[in-house]
Antibody
Framework: EVQLLESGGGLVQPGGSLRLSCTASGFIFHTYGMTWVRQAPGKGLEWVSGISVSGDSTYYADSVKGRFTISRDNSQRTLYLEMNSLRAEDTAIYYC?????????WGQGTLVTVSS | DVVMTQSPLSLSVTLGQPASISCRSSHSLVDSDGNTCLTWFHQRPGQSPRRLFYKVSNRDSGVPDRFSGSGSGTDFTLKISRVEAEDVGVYYCMQGTHWPRTFGQGTKVEIK
């Protein structure tokens, strides 16, 4: 069974930083591109970032480019999202998902709240 | 960026009646290999999204056959032939052809 477990969310002040993790199991992690998607409270889904199987290619939404960094450690079956210069509008549930063109499996998400 | 436009944004349907959701993209979703990366998701309240269809019309395992996906190029449709209570929630289309990926605004389906 595919499982994706996000962690690292929490309350952070504007301008602060957080690193999210997504630990994968139940599939061969290093053969899949991976995706981060977020959902602000009461809002729709917003694609955030994607990464290739090797980690050599990374992609970002304009809203996070230059502030967020996606990475992966295939030996640890873990996906990361480093978030800097956080803003109130980054407040959301952050989901990791398997695949980069048509994400199949999704985690339960981790809540990030940016507030003073 | 590719803009994905869904309509309607909300739908109130009688049990057993059909429902249809449109998704239009601002650019063709046909990639260099001839594939069309249009995906449909369903999200129930308080749950993570679940994929229903990939590449327009390929149904995921466990998705009832009352659901169907169709379309080409820039114009796509998700249909439910007979709505059941478990179909409530929000439906999203997403394009996976161009970077950055983009979602539609979502269509909220409720039972009348």
């Amino acid at each position: 069974e595919v499982q994706l477990l996000e962690s690292g969310g929490g309350l952070v002040q504007p301008g602060g930083s957080l690193r999210l993790s997504c630990t994968a199991s139940g599939f061969i992690f290093h053969t899949y591109g991976m995706t981060w998607v977020r959902q602000a409270p009461g809002k729709g889904l917003e694609w955030v970032s994607g990464i290739s199987v090797s980690g050599d290619s990374t992609y970002y939404a304009d809203s996070v480019k230059g502030r967020f960094t996606i990475s992966r450690d295939n030996s640890q079956r873990t996906l990361y999202l480093e978030m800097n210069s956080l803003r109130a509008e980054d407040t959301a549930i952050y989901y990791c998902a398997r695949g980069i063109s048509a994400p199949t499996d999704w985690g339960q998400g981790t809540l990030v709240t940016v507030s003073s | 960026d590719v803009v994905m436009t869904q309509s309607p944004l909300s739908l109130s349907v009688t049990l057993g009646q059909p429902a249809s959701i449109s998704c239009r993209s601002s650019h063709s979703l046909v990639d260099s290999d001839g594939n069309t990366c249009l995906t449909w998701f369903h999200q129930r309240p308080g749950q993570s999204p679940r994929r229903l269809f990939y590449k327009v019309s390929n149904r995921d395992s466990g998705v009832p056959d009352r659901f169907s996906g169709s379309g080409s190029g820039t114009d796509f449709t998700l249909k439910i032939s007979r709505v059941e209570a478990e179909d409530v929630g929000v439906y999203y289309c997403m394009q996976g052809t161009h970077w950055p990926r983009t979602f539609g605004q979502g269509t909220k389906v409720e039972i009348k």
